[in-house]
């Protein structure tokens, strides 16, 4: 499977927008980019994914860079709720997502 | 929105019991997956089952497991003979056709103690 590399943890304010940063440089043309999270005690839960081109949704932001080797997850007003793992995965062809270690969101109050 | 639900939540088991761990996936979904959490650990995938096969499964996934889809909404994995090191959550999850570019709906899991 492709690998993504996430920072281990990041701090973010309430109502600050957050920018959670992910590699992916042995990205294939085809792999899609999948952002999952996790709350405390829960599944993983979808967040929003891309090929290509910028994603919105009424959680989320994706933004892929031009050479598809990195992409940004943006929470536009992070709550104390989005306080989560998440996790950046790279989806090829097949069933499976392959969780890594993911990255630690805090947000303060 | 659709969810997965998983029952029990939490299971309690004595090594080298069965336990038998069920799922109902979001009704018009055709492939449906078992993943595992150690505590502390990261998510791992165990099986993934379509059309009634298993389509692809992890090295976790040796002959003490199994899944099953018995009629048509349940769906179950069994281990056979349970290891204390089988002790993790486990999280159910269905996707509409398994295409690369659609979601996984995740149960919110089953806590499996092995003693």
Redesign the interface.
């Known amino acids: 499977d492709a690998k993504t590399t996430q920072p281990n943890s990041m701090e973010s304010n309430e109502e600050e927008p957050v920018h959670l940063p992910c590699n992916h440089s042995t990205i294939s043309g ?3 980019i ?1 952002w ?1 999270r ?1 709350l405390p005690s ?5 967040v929003i ?1 891309g ?1 290509t081109s910028n994603v919105n949704n009424r959680m989320a932001s994706l933004a892929i860079a031009e050479d598809r080797k990195s992409s940004t997850l943006i929470l536009h007003r992070a709550t104390l709720r989005d306080a989560a793992v998440y ?1 950046c995965i790279l ?11 993911g990255t630690q969101l805090t947000v303060n109050p | 929105e659709p969810e997965v639900t998983q029952t029990p939540s939490h299971q309690v088991t004595q090594m080298g019991q069965e336990v038998i761990l069920r799922c109902v996936p979001i009704s018009n979904h055709l492939y449906f997956y078992w993943y595992r959490q150690i505590l502390g650990q990261k998510v791992e995938f165990l099986v993934s089952f379509y059309n009634n096969e298993i389509s692809e499964k992890s090295e976790i996934f040796d002959d003490q497991f199994s899944v099953e889809r018995p009629d048509g909404s349940n769906f179950t994995l069994k281990i056979r003979s349970t290891k204390l090191e089988d002790s993790a959550m486990y999280f159910c999850a269905s996707s509409g056709r398994g295409l690369d570019n659609e979601k996984l709906f995740f149960g919110s899991g089953t806590q499996l103690s092995v003693l």
């Not at chain 1, 829960?42 to 979808?46: I, K, L, M, R």
Request: net charge negative; no cysteine; charged share 20%.
């Open positions: 085809t792999d899609y999948h999952y996790q829960q599944g993983p839960e979808y994914h090929l996790y989806k090829t062809s097949g069933s499976r997502l392959t969780f890594g270690e």
